[in-house]
Structure formats: C-alpha cells, structure tokens
C-alpha cells in the first residue's frame, strides 16, 4: 500500500539554527497530517497538525508546511534547542477515519 | 500523555507465555489503537477499534488479541504464537472525527526472555 517516507533519517543542527524536517507521502487522498514528537522511552507527542485545505499552519516555534503538487511536507523549528533533540514522525490519514499511517521518522540531534 | 495509561511501564516474561498490557484512556475517545515499535523504527498498527465490541486488525494482528468490552479499556494479549514479542508496545486514542489529534500513551517495553 501507499506510505509516509522521510528524506532524512537522521539531522544534526547546532542549536540556535532553524531545524527542517522533510516528509514525502504518496497518497494523494490523504487530507489530514500530523507531526509527532517522541523522546526515548516515550509515547509520541503531537506538535502540529494541517489539514489539505490548507498550506502553512504555525505553532510555537513550529512550523508545518504542505505542498500537494509535489506531496511534500515539512516541519520547521525555530531556534532549535537542546530539548527539541527526539525522534520525528509525520503521519497521513486518508479520507474515511481510517488509521494514521506513519513514516519511519527523523532522529534530530542538537548540538550545544 | 493526555489521558492515557499504559501499565505496566515495563514487563518481562518467559518465551511461550501470553502477556495482556493494559491501556486506560478517560478522554471519552471512542477509537482506540495498538503500535508495535522496534528499536530505531517507526510505528505499525496491531490492532483498532473505532467502537465498543468492535475492533479491526492492522498491519501486524498475527500472533495478537484484543478486547473491547468498555470504552475506556483496550487491552491488547500477547500470544505465545508472536514470534518476536520483545518491543515498545504504544496504545493511542481518538474521537471519531477523521480530524481530531490521536493521542498516545507513555509505552509499555515488554522484554520476552
């Protein structure tokens, strides 16, 4: 079936930078992404969600930003701090209230 | 972790035991999930139910159970027939809107010695 993919597993930042996060997904019904957060030993966090009707949505520090042409989407954190350093997942659901299908995530790692 | 408890946090048994993890949520969310993580993996859908007395299999039921008797509690059984049981084990929960946020619980590590 279709899925959520990343281009990066794993990003380094020197903390103060901005952070980008890349998530490719595939299903072009999917109408409704969310950005997870997961520390070790941790359930995932929710951070920021976006619905298809939209293009950008901004939280604290946080970013999200689709781009449907090309099934894209991003999450972007200003001013990366050391707490920020966790495992992330973007997630898409299909129209139908079927279940979330994640990506295999994106370890950001910051650097003091 | 919104509502959820998972418990225990962490659970060792003996290879050839069924195991039962419990997930609590008091959100009034009526679907609810199961996750399978592996170290440095990303999450795989076990189970769901979207009501009571109801519930679905995901991408990896084998060798799984689950319950539905209550909306608050979805424990999920592993079975001996589970070839590889020992991982993070996520239980999440969420209203029946397609939109509203899926919450997760803080995780049960089951080690099968």
């Known amino acids: 079936g279709e899925s959520v993919g990343l281009h990066l597993p794993t990003l380094s930042v020197q903390e103060g930078d901005n952070s980008i996060i890349n998530c490719a997904y595939s299903n072009s019904a999917s109408d409704y992404f969310i950005w997870y957060k997961q520390e070790s030993g941790k359930g995932p966090q929710f951070i920021i969600d976006?619905?298809?009707?939209?293009d950008k949505r901004q939280g604290q520090r946080v970013t999200v930003l689709l781009n449907k042409t090309v099934k894209h989407l991003s999450l972007q954190i200003a001013a990366t701090q050391p707490g920020d350093s966790a495992v992330y997942f973007c997630a898409e659901r299909v129209p139908g209230n079927t279940p979330l299908v994640f990506g295999k995530g994106t370890r950001l790692s910051v650097i003091a | 972790d919104g509502g959820i408890t998972q418990s225990p946090k962490y659970l060792f048994r003996k290879e050839g035991q069924n195991v039962t993890l419990s997930c609590e949520q008091n959100?009034?969310?009526?679907?609810m999930y199961w996750y399978r993580q592996d170290p440095g993996q990303g999450l795989r859908l076990i189970y769901y139910?979207?009501?009571?007395?109801?519930?679905q299999k995901g991408d990896i039921a084998e060798g799984y159970s689950v319950s539905r008797e209550k909306k608050e509690s979805f424990p999920l059984t592993v079975t001996s027939a589970q070839k590889n049981p020992t991982a993070f084990y996520l239980c999440?929960?969420?209203?029946?809107?397609?939109?509203?946020?899926?919450?997760f619980g803080p995780g049960t590590r089951l080690t099968v010695l």
């Open positions: 959100l009034n969310h009526d679907a």
């Open positions: 999440a929960s969420k209203t029946q809107s397609s939109t509203d946020t899926q919450y």
């Open positions: 976006i619905r298809s009707n939209m």
């Open positions: 139910s979207q009501i009571v007395n109801d519930f």
